[in-house]
């Protein structure tokens, strides 16, 4: 199946009938744009993050992780601009009273929502963190924000980071954690949400080596979209220019993904300069300088910055993975997600759910899921049993059958190619590991 032709029905059926995404508080008739990730979303989801953080934290030297506040103080968010900057131009229909981003509709047009022309209102500023209050009074004393990204508790624990890792520049700060934004129009299924899920690194370097480091980091980010079974060809790397450009940034270069829906962002990756460092010092009256111990040198590091939003590389690799074929007289449905991201490794099957083969099979997954996420299924015919597993991306199944019982061996058959292999049984677990390494 040609991936143009995946549509976002396709995508959001799947996920809903198989337990990958559900919609937020649905029996109370949900919560508008809000998304639960079911049985197999968490495990797919965090299978995602534990492949990003082993990939840039844990095989690097020049790297350490962080786990900051969701609630920071306030000062925070008026030093980094967002308090001042941090907003979507608004406009509002006069008839209906909808609010839209008016750099994603033409106001000269009628309203999508109650079709008059001619009713909106003038732009206006809108701040997209959300607010709260800490303590028991709501003044403004107590207000603070939900952070709207990961990024400023890396800045401002930046001091006691380069202390305690006694790390040098150039290295990094990776963190994976949530943030809030008050979208004014989210939408696209999980493509944008008021919470999210961000895989955001920041390199610290010497203002000399921006440029090498950010061609460096711009390849990094593409191995990580051929990582996850991401086609060349659905990816565009955009530079961002002129006034598209963030206060913060002095280049950056969005990776963006041909969605259903159209091309849309996907990452993106900013030559931050020293704003952060320094803005942060300012305000605070603390140091932010970092001393070569070689050179003696004083500088304010500069900052490389690669942001990968987990969500969006959960709908990436869903509309990637997802494809349609004939086989014999049906549509079989397969999502070919890459083999380390596939919520199970393996099913284990029992042929019938008769006791002499349950008596085989059920040890089998308890063994198997000592090395591998393992589902069982002894529901419905084999052949439904398979097709249910291509649509969850189950890379291998094990067959126990009447056989089994007098050779010793089960059948492996493959996702992609829906080839079969017999093989002894006492052999399995290591025939798995190597396949799916």
Request: charged share 25%; net charge negative; aromatic share 10%.
């Amino acid at each position: 199946m040609n991936k143009s032709a995946v549509t976002m029905d396709q995508i959001v059926s799947l996920a809903k009938q198989r337990g990958f995404v559900f919609p937020g508080s649905d029996i109370y008739g949900g919560l508008a744009n809000s998304w639960d990730y079911g049985p197999l979303g968490s495990l797919l989801k965090n299978n995602i993050q534990q492949a990003w953080w082993q990939r840039f934290v844990e095989r690097r030297r020049d790297m350490v992780g962080v786990d900051t506040a969701l609630i920071m103080n306030p000062k925070v968010w008026e030093a980094s601009g967002h308090v001042e900057t941090f907003a979507d131009p608004l406009v509002e229909c006069k008839k209906c009273h909808t609010r839209f981003r008016a750099d994603h509709i033409d106001t000269d047009k009628a309203c999508e929502s109650c079709g008059e022309s001619g009713q909106f209102t003038d732009p206006a500023a809108f701040n997209l963190m959300f607010r709260t209050f800490i303590g028991p009074k709501e003044d403004a004393a107590a207000q603070v924000y939900l952070r709207p990204e990961t990024a400023q508790g890396m800045f401002v624990d930046w001091p006691l980071i380069q202390q305690t890792s006694r790390k040098r520049i150039p290295f990094g700060v990776a963190q994976i954690g949530h943030a809030f934004r008050n979208e004014i129009t989210p939408g696209n299924f999980i493509f944008r949400t008021r919470e999210f899920d961000i895989m955001e690194l920041e390199y610290f370097i010497h203002p000399d080596t921006w440029e090498e480091h950010f061609d460096a980091w711009l390849q990094e980010m593409r191995d990580w979209t051929a990582l996850c079974g991401m086609a060349p060809d659905s990816l565009h790397e955009v530079e961002i220019a002129g006034d598209d450009l963030a206060h913060y940034s002095k280049r950056t270069v969005d990776i963006e993904f041909d969605f259903p829906f159209g091309q849309e962002e996907l990452y993106g990756l900013a030559y931050r300069t020293d704003f952060d460092l320094s803005s942060h010092g300012e305000a605070s009256g603390q140091d932010m300088a970092y001393t070569d111990p070689d050179t003696g040198e004083q500088y304010i590091p500069h900052v490389i910055e690669p942001t990968f939003g987990v969500n969006r590389t959960f709908l990436a690799m869903l509309v990637s993975a997802y494809t349609e074929e004939k086989v014999e007289d049906e549509t079989r449905t397969v999502l070919r997600l890459p083999a380390w991201a596939a919520p199970y490794k393996v099913a284990v099957l029992p042929l019938s759910k008769k006791e002499e083969l349950t008596k085989i099979a059920e040890p089998l997954a308890d063994e198997l899921g000592e090395h591998f996420s393992v589902d069982y299924d002894i529901t419905q015919s084999i052949g439904k049993r398979y097709r249910r597993q291509d649509e969850i991306g189950t890379p291998y199944c094990v067959t126990v059958d009447f056989e089994s019982l007098e050779d010793k061996q089960v059948t492996i058959r493959e996702r992609d190619t829906m080839m079969q292999e017999r093989v002894p049984l006492a052999d399995l677990p290591a025939i798995l590991q190597e396949k799916l390494s």
